[in-house]
């Protein structure tokens, strides 16, 4: 039986996988978005169900100060939040380590965002009361993972140096932590450099055959990504030696040229077959350097020996798993007519939201507007969504038009948008001016830009009823639509976007999402908001 490449489709980067039982688990990063560190369950790595969020709660963290910076220097569009999460099951109970990156208030417009690392435990991953609150632990780096020895707990990371230092910006280093607080039991020390010394990151380790293996990602993480190990026989404190085929894995544009950016992942064991597998994050290219939906989870087989170095198979658009599992449907392949739902655990918010300003009714979701652009840098705006799950997509949502007696003196801007960060993102707005004037507006803003460029208005009547948006994507561009009144007769085309005006060196992947800002003070109805 073969399983589609990517197992887990849309903005889910850096899996952490585990297995527990019968079922594997995976762990996500989420950057700036609430809830955050998404995960999905599999019985048989082919079928994948989202059954909750670590960061479920807004009490929990505060993502607000998790901004994007475009940094021309390093030619990459850098995000913070909630980076690299590892997931662990040890004595009954689930570990999830993370790091929060943000721009302290103190800090300088161009420092590095400061790294807040912490762990939560919870005892039923899909029931999210029992996520416990953060407990955080010093240690200036990114990617942290967790190898639990007996009663000893080490934990491994990305340590900085800086990142715009000329020579090596990151190494690996490890502490060793009292799991009930948090508190360090010794110093932080390095246990390796890495292959190629570029920015090793999101450490794992594992324990094989006398071995200490540890898997590494390094190169950054855009066209010269790559997986690399190296291993220790006595200590897990080494001396490490690199494997002899460094790297591990990397994209291979002879071997699938759809699949690029291959890195950051982790090596699973299902004790049934008996076989190895590796969770990898990849891009798939829209053409002409088009990455829109950001990196995706990928699964390739490994083949490791006894005593020797896992190889690993390429990763393709299929994988072959023996023996053969019955074929069920994916929770990941969306279907038409799927409306979004608040409390679905795949929808999402613009950092900490304010959780009031959202309520549902049927297929009727009702947000109330705040003052606060698409384009806010910090904080939140009233915004709901879903990622971007395929290529060829729809997002599309029925919003009406206020009558003359509505929001007099107020301004509105609401609609749909496919948004990838504060930078960027493409937008239907039906925009209501405080002298009563309202227009259909298409705007895009992009990293180019000084702020929104407005490609089209359209007049509108206030007795015009409602109007259907949608946006359709395609592996090159978006296309923008509208059609007056709910039949969904008449669809014309506003305008469009090329994929790449969402795409960059960057973190994150396209949302489609409703949004309302504005002086408005009444809530805003949008009905059968579906993502496709």
Not at 29 to 39: D, E, K, T, W
Not at 181 to 195: F, V, Y
Not at 217 to 236: P, V, Y
Request: with cysteine; aromatic share 12%; glycine share 8%.
């Amino acid at each position: 039986m073969s399983v589609k490449n990517p197992i887990i489709s849309g903005f889910f980067p850096d899996p952490s996988c585990i297995k527990v039982g019968s079922s594997f688990y995976v762990a996500n990063s989420s950057f700036q978005f609430f809830p955050g560190i998404p995960i999905h369950e599999s019985k048989d790595l082919v079928n994948w169900t989202h059954i909750g969020n670590a960061i479920c709660r807004p009490s929990q963290l505060d993502l607000n100060q998790a901004t994007t910076r475009n940094t021309p220097s390093r030619n990459e569009i850098f995000s913070g939040g909630l980076f690299a999460p590892t997931i662990r099951y040890h004595k009954g109970t689930f570990y999830i380590f993370c790091t929060n990156l943000y721009l302290r208030p103190e800090d300088a417009p161009d420092a590095d965002f400061f790294p807040q690392n912490f762990f939560i435990t919870s005892t039923n991953l899909k029931d999210p009361s029992t996520f416990s609150d953060p407990i955080f632990y010093d240690f200036y780096g990114i990617d942290p993972s967790v190898y639990f020895e007996e009663d000893r707990v080490y934990v491994q990371g990305s340590f900085i140096f800086g990142y715009d230092r000329p020579v090596q910006a990151t190494t690996i280093s490890q502490l060793e932590i009292d799991i009930e607080t948090g508190k360090s039991l010794g110093p932080i020390r390095e246990i390796w450099k890495g292959h190629s010394g570029i920015i090793p990151e999101g450490p794992h380790i594992y324990r094989k055959d006398g071995y200490y293996y540890m898997l590494v990602a390094e190169g950054g993480t855009f066209d010269g990504h790559m997986l690399t190990m190296a291993r220790a026989k006595d200590s897990i404190w080494g001396p490490y030696e690199p494997c002899p085929h460094n790297p591990v894995i990397r994209a291979n544009n002879d071997v699938c040229p759809l699949i690029q950016r291959i890195g950051h992942g982790e090596l699973v064991y299902d004790d049934v077959s008996g076989t190895w597998w590796a969770t990898v994050l990849a891009a798939r290219s829209g053409g002409r350097s088009s990455f829109p939906l950001g990196r995706e989870t990928f699964l390739t087989s490994v083949d490791w020996p006894e005593g020797g170095w896992p190889q690993f198979a390429p990763v393709e658009e299929s994988v072959k798993i023996r023996p053969p599992l019955r074929e069920l449907n994916g929770d990941t392949l969306r279907r038409k007519g799927q409306n979004v739902a608040l409390n679905d655990p795949k929808t999402i918010f613009l950092r900490t939201p304010e959780l009031g300003n959202y309520r549902q009714e049927g297929d009727t979701l009702y947000l109330i507007p705040v003052d606060e652009p698409l384009s806010v840098v910090k904080g939140t705006m009233t915004f709901l969504g879903q990622r971007q799950y395929h290529l060829d997509s729809r997002a599309r949502v029925v919003l009406p038009v206020p009558s003359s007696d509505q929001g007099v003196g107020e301004t509105l801007r609401a609609g749909l948008t496919v948004y990838k960060d504060t930078n960027r993102h493409c937008s239907l707005i039906l925009d209501v001016a405080a002298n009563g004037d309202v227009n259909l507006v298409f705007e895009v803003e992009t990293v180019d830009a000084s702020g929104p460029q407005r490609f089209a208005s359209i007049p509108l009547s206030r007795n015009d009823g409602v109007v259907q948006l949608s946006i359709k994507a395609t592996p090159e561009k978006y296309e923008f639509f509208f059609t007056q009144g709910t039949d969904g007769q008449g669809e014309k085309k506003i305008g469009e976007a090329e994929g790449k005006v969402l795409s960059s060196n960057d973190f994150t992947g396209a949302v489609y999402a409703i949004f309302a800002s504005g002086t408005w003070k009444a809530p805003v109805y949008f009905q059968n908001f579906a993502v496709e």
